[in-house]
C-alpha cells in the first residue's frame, strides 16, 4: 500500500513526536508532550482501533505493595529498587487521580486484603513478623502511617489470617481509558489505530516503515509498546500474559476490595456485583509467557476452582474471561523496575511495567518525556 497524497501532506505529515502505543504510558506521554510544546504535532499510533496489551484488559488495581510481593521481591533484587518501585507506584497513582479526577476513573478506595490460608502460613508468619520494620520504611518513603496492618479475622472460607493495606483502591478500567484516551483528543493528539511499525531508519529524521507499507517521518520516534517492545528491538523484556475470569452478578457479593493471594500472583475485587478474579500465572510461566491473546485452558480451570472454592464457598458461573499481555524482565528474577532510556538519537522507549501499569503510567510518562526533552 502506498501513501496517498491526503496521508503524506496532512494526516502523517511533519509530526514533531511520533509515540507508537496507544496504552496508557503512550497516551500520557503524548499529553504531557502537548502540554509543555502546545505548537508541536504529536501523534500517537497503534497497530489496533486501541492499545490491545493490558491497558485495555487489566483488572482495575489501584495498588502499589503488598507484604508478601514485597519479601519475595527482596529476595531478587535490592531494597532501594524493590521500594523505588513501590514510591513510583503511589505517586504515579496520585498523578493519575489528580490529573484525571477520581470521579471520571471511577475510583474508590476501598482498601486491600491479603489473605492466607494453611497452605501458605509460613508466608503470614514471615509477613507479621516483617510489619513493623515495612511500615517504617513505607512512612519515610511515601509519608503514609501503618500501610499495613493484621487482622486474624476474614469471612472468606479456608482463611487463618490476613493483613490488609488501607491505601489501595479500584477503579473501572474501561472509564480510566477512555477518559485519558479523550483528554488526549481534546488537546489536539492526532490517534490513529492500525498502523504497526516494521522498522525505522534513525536520524535527524526518522524515517518508519510499516507492515502496511505507509511511510512515516518524524522528528523523534517514541515506542511505548511495553512487552511488545522486544519484537522492536533487543530488550530485557518478555510477555507475561495474565488470565482473568469474571462471574455471573450475584445478590450479596463474599468481600470487597482488592484482595490478593500467594504473594499477589491471585488477586480479585468487586465489579456491578460480581467478582473479577485473575492470575495463577505461576502455575505455567513457560506457557504464559507469550504474546499471543489465548487462554489457558490449566490456568483458567484453576482461577474457576479458586473462585468456587477460597472466595464464594460454593459454584457460581463464569460470565467473562479473557487474558491481556504485561511485561516482565528476563531470568529467574524477572526485573520489574520500568526500562525508561533514549535508544539512539531521537529514539525512546519505555517498557516492562511488570504488571503494574496502572500504577505506574504516569510517573513512567513523566520520566519518558523529561528524557526526550531534556536531549533537545
Not at 489528580?98 to 502460613?121: C, H, M, P, R, W
Not at 473501572?172 to 481509558?177: I, R
Not at 516503515?209 to 530485557?236: E, P, R
Not at 458461573?317 to 520489574?336: D, L, P, V
Request: proline share 2%; net charge negative.
Amino acid at each position: 500500500m502506498h501513501n496517498v497524497y491526503w496521508e503524506k501532506e496532512h494526516l502523517l505529515s511533519k509530526i514533531d513526536y511520533l509515540i507508537v502505543g496507544m496504552g496508557l504510558v503512550g497516551l500520557q506521554t503524548a499529553i504531557n508532550l502537548k502540554e509543555a510544546e502546545p505548537k508541536a504535532k504529536v501523534v500517537v499510533i497503534d497497530r489496533h482501533a486501541w492499545s490491545l496489551g493490558a491497558s485495555t484488559r487489566n483488572a482495575g488495581f489501584g495498588c502499589f505493595a503488598n507484604v508478601s510481593e514485597i519479601l519475595d521481591d527482596l529476595q531478587n533484587d535490592t531494597p532501594d529498587n524493590v521500594y523505588g518501585n513501590i514510591k513510583k507506584r503511589y505517586l504515579g497513582l496520585q498523578k493519575l487521580r489528580t490529573k484525571f479526577g477520581d470521579k471520571n476513573l471511577d475510583y474508590a478506595e476501598k482498601g486491600s486484603v491479603e489473605i492466607f490460608t494453611q497452605e501458605n502460613k509460613t508466608h503470614l508468619n514471615n509477613g507479621i513478623d516483617s510489619l513493623q520494620g515495612i511500615n517504617t520504611i513505607l512512612y519515610n518513603e511515601l509519608g503514609l502511617d501503618n500501610v499495613f496492618s493484621y487482622k486474624s479475622n476474614n469471612a472468606l472460607p479456608n482463611t487463618i489470617g490476613a493483613i490488609h493495606n488501607a491505601f489501595e483502591g479500584q477503579l473501572h478500567t474501561g472509564k480510566l481509558y477512555e477518559t485519558v484516551h479523550s483528554f488526549a483528543q481534546d488537546i489536539g493528539i492526532k490517534l490513529y489505530g492500525g498502523i504497526e511499525v516494521k522498522s525505522w531508519i534513525g536520524g535527524d529524521i526518522i524515517e518508519i516503515d510499516t507492515h502496511d507499507g505507509l511511510k512515516i517521518v518524524t522528528k523523534k520516534l517514541i515506542l511505548c509498546t511495553n512487552a511488545f517492545t522486544s519484537k522492536l528491538m533487543d530488550a530485557d523484556i518478555l510477555p507475561a500474559r495474565g488470565q482473568v475470569i469474571l462471574s455471573e452478578r450475584v445478590a450479596q457479593l463474599p468481600c470487597e476490595g482488592l484482595h490478593m493471594f500467594d504473594s499477589g500472583y491471585y488477586y480479585w475485587r468487586d465489579i456491578d456485583n460480581r467478582i473479577l478474579l485473575g492470575g495463577a500465572r505461576n502455575l505455567d510461566k513457560e506457557e504464559e509467557t507469550s504474546y499471543k491473546l489465548d487462554t489457558n485452558t490449566t490456568i483458567v480451570d484453576e482461577l474457576k476452582r479458586f473462585m468456587n472454592e477460597q472466595i464464594f464457598g460454593r459454584e457460581v458461573f463464569i460470565e467473562y474471561q479473557w487474558s491481556g499481555i504485561m511485561a516482565m524482565g528476563k531470568g529467574e528474577t524477572q526485573q520489574k523496575t520500568p526500562i525508561v532510556k533514549e535508544v539512539e538519537p531521537n529514539i525512546y522507549m519505555a517498557a516492562r511495567l511488570g504488571g503494574m501499569g496502572v500504577a505506574l503510567s504516569a510517573n513512567v510518562a513523566d520520566e519518558l518525556v523529561k528524557t526526550a526533552l531534556s536531549s533537545v
